[in-house]
């Protein structure tokens, strides 16, 4: 077991040696995965992806970075933030930094009062911001979708995609790459 750091600079920094090496290997995970998919048709990703509509689209993000979905609250604005950082609120004792998707792909709206935020484990308290939870996925099958037309996504452009998945409904959903999700500076 690693030892606990005795001081808060010490902390800091182990805290962003670790989320460093969390990026890494989620980025080998994506690269393994687009791997796998130019090696087979499909391939099924284990475990469960919750389904988020974001400004008129549905993607994907593994459950398993997922803490609690609550519905939106009162966001305190964070002075001279980017527009995709919608502000902060104190989720169980601990201040939440809000990152709102509809404004990483470029859309400017104001959320629903029935919006959601889903609260995502990691070595900070990141929630994203979404029009709803729709559902949940089981096992969707990772495609390569490359040469369907279908399969263009405002979501391509942003870095966020780690790839594209298809349901057992037979829906293309891109899959959010959590690492770049939660990936936010400390003093934010």
């Not at 495609?143 to 870095?159: C, I, K, L, M």
């Not at 959903?173 to 003093?187: F, K, Q």
């Amino acid at each position: 077991m690693a030892e606990i750091p005795t001081n808060p600079a010490e902390a800091q920094a182990r805290r962003a040696s670790v989320q460093q090496r969390l990026i890494s290997l989620e980025n080998e995970l994506t690269r393994l995965r687009r791997e796998l998919a130019t090696m087979s048709v499909e391939q099924r990703l284990p475990g469960l992806f919750l389904t988020l509509e974001v400004a008129d689209t549905h993607v994907l993000l593994p459950s398993e970075v997922v803490q609690e979905v609550v519905r939106l609250v009162e966001l305190q604005p964070l002075v001279g933030a980017p527009p995709h950082l919608a502000g902060v609120f104190t989720y169980r004792g601990v201040t939440a930094v809000v990152l709102d998707l509809a404004a990483l792909l470029g859309a400017r709206r104001d959320p629903g009062l029935d919006a959601h935020l889903v609260v995502c484990n990691g070595t900070r308290t990141v929630a994203l911001l979404v029009d709803h939870v729709r559902d949940i996925v089981e096992a969707p099958l990772l495609v390569d979708g490359g040469t369907e037309a279908e399969a263009r996504s405002p979501w391509d452009t942003t870095g966020l995609m780690a790839g594209l998945c298809r349901t057992q409904e037979g829906s293309l959903r891109p899959l959010l790459r959590t690492s770049a999700l939660l990936a936010i500076p400390e003093g934010t």
